[in-house]
């Protein structure tokens, strides 16, 4: 097969070898050709032969639609027989009995193979070396082969495109995980100089610093702190996105990681004059889930509220149970999302609205949020309208806890 | 004020640090911070001269970059770990690298601690303070000391 066919058609000789051998068991021929149409010139190519020498087949070659028997089973799609080419062409010019001699054929049988919906991708040619007297129905049984063949081998084709589709997405996702690694390692390192000397200088080293001074270091400082968390969401989101990060669930306690949660944001929301309203967990649900990505997602929803939430407004951390699941809702009295934005707010690189002064950030907190949540089998999802606040809500599989009474049957069963 | 906020503890000052590190600036700050603090410093830019540095001047730690050019900061640590006038270092990595592997190969190269750039000075003194005390535990056990009263009576 030509490289462009390979293209085309990314079939191997052990997948086209048996679909020629069942067209020729099917009609009791010792040989026969598999065409399959090239796109690219429009003709009819041999992708495989059985019973035919390498220059009986270059004698044969590529068929032009409507040219020949089997170009004329392609382009009407129509089963063409020729009982005796000895004895009549039936219709197809003379030099047909040209190419029969050289293969060695008299009765000749071209089925199209066609797929369900009209499209042709091919034919399959069976040469016998007498005569040919077809029975109806062994004609209805080589269409219907025809049939089965066209199907089976643009499966085949499919599956291979969508496994190359697959093979070439999980390349270019390690390729940016490397990417990303490689340009945090290199944003890193003067990083440390920045650092470094941020701390120097805040420590008064070389001499003690002014107020003012120590307040603009402070703000140096703030602004280095958001290019670290940038760098590591853009990493994460790239591991994420890769397939690359590993999830370790077990049992954790909602009130646990609520109130880590709480700890982390807390100096955020007092800064920003936004109530922080923790209900407490009065029933003990324990989610499964791995434990420092779920704080990790409640602190990002938190502090996502908390930016959105004008000064004097609220933002409320609750839980509850809803059959085999855990709902955490993290609840805002901010200005609340378009309808038309609220499928937009776990895309990466998306942030709606403008920048809250002082505290911009990746924009890839929720999506990163969403990655982890569905990692751990559960699901986050936004419930909002404009004036009316939003809500986002973590959904964890409930933690199953395990009947007393199964621990105290357990050595038992392991003795019988 | 920044004296007693750096002074490593009595009994580990004037430990021996190298800081092998191709980035100026990060060995820069680290002799500045570290002999502020008391500590003896010296430095090498790659991992040859790191080694040869440790064998010379026997250091009690070594700070070591992973990502140096040529021999790399875990090849290092493996042949502190194999060489036995330098086996008894403390190693921490100190690597602007990130990734889910990094610091379990740290620690398979024979790291004890592994600390990420950009490293803040008070986390960088605090890992030192603890590692150098731990060493000094360790050697004290392994001279057959004894670690408690009962012990020596025995």
């Not at chain 2, 090498?44 to 250091?59: C, F, S, V, Y």
């Not at chain 2, 004290?140 to 009962?150: E, H, I």
Request: glycine residues 8%.
């Amino acid at each position: 097969m030509s490289s462009r066919m390979q293209e085309l058609w990314p079939l191997s000789e052990t997948e086209l070898k048996p679909a020629l051998a069942f067209a020729l068991a099917i009609e009791h021929a010792p040989m026969g050709l598999l065409m399959l149409r090239d796109d690219a010139s429009g003709t009819l190519e041999i992708v495989v032969a059985e019973g035919l020498t390498a220059e009986q087949w270059e004698r044969f070659g590529p068929q032009q639609p409507g040219v020949g028997p089997v170009g004329v089973a392609y382009a009407e799609h129509r089963h063409i027989t020729i009982r005796d080419v000895a004895q009549d062409c039936e219709g197809f010019q003379d030099s047909l009995r040209d190419i029969a001699d050289c293969v060695g054929f008299r009765g000749l049988d071209v089925v199209p193979l066609s797929l369900g919906d009209g499209t042709v991708i091919g034919a399959v040619a069976v040469f016998f070396r007498g005569a040919r007297r077809p029975s109806a129905r062994s004609a209805q049984l080589a269409e219907r082969a025809g049939r089965l063949l066209a199907l089976a081998l643009d499966n085949a084709r499919l599956r291979a495109e969508a496994d190359r589709r697959r093979e070439d997405a999980e390349a270019l996702a390690r390729a940016r995980v490397q990417f990303v690694a490689r340009m945090s390692h290199e944003l890193r390192t003067p990083l440390q100089s920045i650092t470094g000397y941020i701390d120097l200088l805040s420590l008064g080293w070389p001499e003690p610093l002014t107020y003012r001074q120590g307040e603009m270091l402070e703000r140096v400082r703030k602004s280095e702190e958001i290019l670290i968390s940038v760098i590591d969401d853009l990493v994460s989101l790239a591991r994420l996105e890769a397939g690359r990060v590993d999830y370790k669930t077990g049992p954790v306690a909602l009130s646990d990681a609520m109130a880590m949660a709480e700890i982390v944001v807390l100096p955020l929301a007092q800064q920003r004059g936004v109530a922080l309203q923790v209900i407490p967990d009065q029933r003990n649900l324990k989610a499964t889930a791995d434990d420092a990505k779920l704080k990790q997602i409640l602190i990002n929803l938190l502090t996502n509220a908390i930016k959105y939430t004008p000064s004097g407004g609220s933002v409320r951390l609750s839980c509850r149970e809803d059959g085999s699941r855990i709902l955490v809702d993290v609840t805002d009295t901010g200005p609340g999302i378009p309808p038309d934005k609220l499928g937009d707010v776990f895309l990466p690189y998306v942030q709606l609205g403008q920048q809250v002064d002082g505290l911009s950030g990746s924009g890839l907190g929720l999506a990163i949020s969403r990655e982890f949540a569905q990692g751990m089998g559960g699901e986050l999802t936004v419930a909002s309208a404009p004036g009316e606040g939003s809500i986002f809500t973590v959904q964890l599989e409930r933690h199953a806890e395990e009947p007393a009474w199964r621990g105290a049957l357990a050595p038992s069963v392991a003795q019988q | 004020m920044i004296q007693a906020n750096m002074d490593p503890t009595a009994a580990n000052r004037g430990a021996r640090i190298l800081v092998v590190d191709d980035h100026d600036d990060s060995r820069t700050i680290t002799r500045m911070v570290l002999e502020h603090a008391g500590y003896q410093v010296s430095e090498a830019r790659t991992g040859t001269e790191g080694l040869r540095k440790a064998l010379d001047e026997r250091p009690e730690m070594v700070l070591v970059d992973i990502a140096l050019p040529g021999m790399d900061g875990w090849e290092v640590s493996r042949r502190l770990r194999a060489n036995e006038a330098t086996s008894d270092a403390r190693i921490l990595a100190v690597t602007a690298l990130t990734g889910a592997d990094i610091h379990e190969r740290s620690i398979r190269a024979g790291c004890d601690d592994l600390l990420t750039k950009p490293v803040h000075i008070a986390t960088l003194r605090h890992a030192i303070r603890s590692h150098l005390t731990a060493q000094r535990t360790a050697k004290r056990q392994m001279a057959g000391q004894p670690s408690t009263p009962r012990a020596a009576s025995a």
